[in-house]
């Protein structure tokens, strides 16, 4: 089985340091054998690819196969998380929602010898380079492409209320799939690995709202 690193970039400025709070008593709260947590740290945007190296040098010497790289606004399932990693390619695996020629910074997986390449050709790039975008071009150089099949729900902070077929007297909430035209469940949110909690209007307390609805949403059997 693959042991799987999530290394989440974060920020200790307001009001950024509030998410990181919401995902430690939230989804990094709970234990899952063969899964590890390391934030790193990014408070001028600046130097966003220049520190993803910095964090790559430093959790190079423990133990892990494969990194699910995210950030402060991403609810991550650490168990559905091990479970898609150990489905993916050990080697050459570079997997996340699609961009336009990158996975989308918001969370994708990566094996092990391609971190090394990225501690390799980071050093290089602009300082004001946009991390996903930089990570997506070093690796098409070295001919690697997004995998296919990458998974996420993109929550909207207010959803709308709606009846639900599983429970048609009962509101529902409604959460949003990136690239799909219906409102996913309550059930599809408890089984992806990913869900995105981003307001579009920037207020971070609605991320911080929308990532504690999920984890109470995760936790009903």
């Avoid at 042991?3 to 939230?26: F, G, H």
């Amino acid at each position: 089985m693959s042991r799987l690193l999530v290394l989440v970039l974060s920020c200790r400025k307001p009001p950024y340091d509030a998410l990181w709070e919401a995902q430690q008593r939230t989804w990094d709260s709970v234990s899952v054998p063969d899964v590890s947590t390391l934030y790193y740290w990014c408070d001028e945007l600046a130097t966003m690819p220049w520190r993803l190296k910095l964090a790559l040098d430093s959790a190079w010497d423990a133990r892990w196969d494969m990194i699910f790289r995210t950030n402060s606004s991403s609810y991550a399932d650490k168990e559905r998380l091990l479970a898609h990693a150990a489905t993916l390619p050990a080697e050459r695996c570079y997997q996340g929602v699609e961009g336009i020629g990158f996975a989308s910074g918001s969370g994708f997986f990566l094996s092990r010898d391609l971190a090394m390449i990225l501690r390799l050709y980071l050093e290089d790039r602009p300082y004001d380079a946009i991390e996903d975008h930089v990570v997506g071009q070093v690796l098409r150089d070295q001919d690697i492409h997004n995998i296919p099949g990458a998974e996420r729900i993109d929550y909207w902070p207010r959803p709308t209320l709606v009846r639900t077929q599983r429970s048609p007297h009962d509101a529902s909430r409604i959460f949003e799939p990136i690239n799909a035209t219906r409102g996913a469940t309550e059930n599809d949110v408890r089984d992806t690995y990913h869900v995105r909690c981003k307001a579009s209007d920037g207020d971070r307390q609605k991320d911080v709202e929308a990532m504690e609805i999920v984890h109470r949403l995760k936790a009903v059997v």
